[in-house]
């Protein structure tokens, strides 16, 4: 039996973040930043094009709440992409996660690292993929 990876995908206005599991399903990695501008299609071709270099059985989404726990406008947005990715990927399961703090988690895992503020814009959506799966991992 072949182990499934899980890819993790954090959805934004202008770039997504992804990042993947390796075969075990023990550690997540930052793969990339994909810069598609509002348009999905080039978020899904790319997925596409990783879906045939990986065995992935589940996406790992993060879902932007507010504090307080209420649905942000990005949540909505975030959704209308999900619905997306069940269209046209409908064999892959879907999970969302709470990815309130992501950010912030990955911004200052930046400022440990000392990275230079104009890679982070670069790398930060990666690196909120990759805690976006590892909290799916640790919840498993």
């Known amino acids: 039996m072949i182990n499934m990876r899980k890819l993790g995908i954090d959805y ?12 075990l399903g023990i550690t997540a990695q930052g793969l ?12 899904l071709k790319r997925l596409e094009e990783l879906l045939q270099n990986y065995d992935v059985d ?4 993060g879902m932007p709440y507010n504090m307080n726990g209420t649905k942000t406008q990005r ?30 988690a ?23 993929a990759v805690y976006i799966l590892e909290t799916y991992i640790n919840k498993k």
């Open 12 to 23: 934004g206005d202008s770039r997504v973040g992804l990042a993947i599991t390796d075969e």
């Open 32 to 43: 990339e930043t994909v810069y598609h501008k509002g348009n999905d299609k080039i978020v």
């Open 58 to 61: 589940t996406f790992v989404i």
């Open 75 to 104: 949540a909505e947005v975030t959704e209308k992409f999900i619905h997306k990715l069940k269209c046209k990927f409908n064999k892959i399961k879907i999970v969302t996660i709470d990815e309130r703090l992501t950010t912030v």
């Open 106 to 128: 990955a911004h200052k895992t930046m400022n440990f690292l000392n990275i230079n503020k104009y890679k982070k814009k670069d790398i930060v959506d990666t690196i909120s």
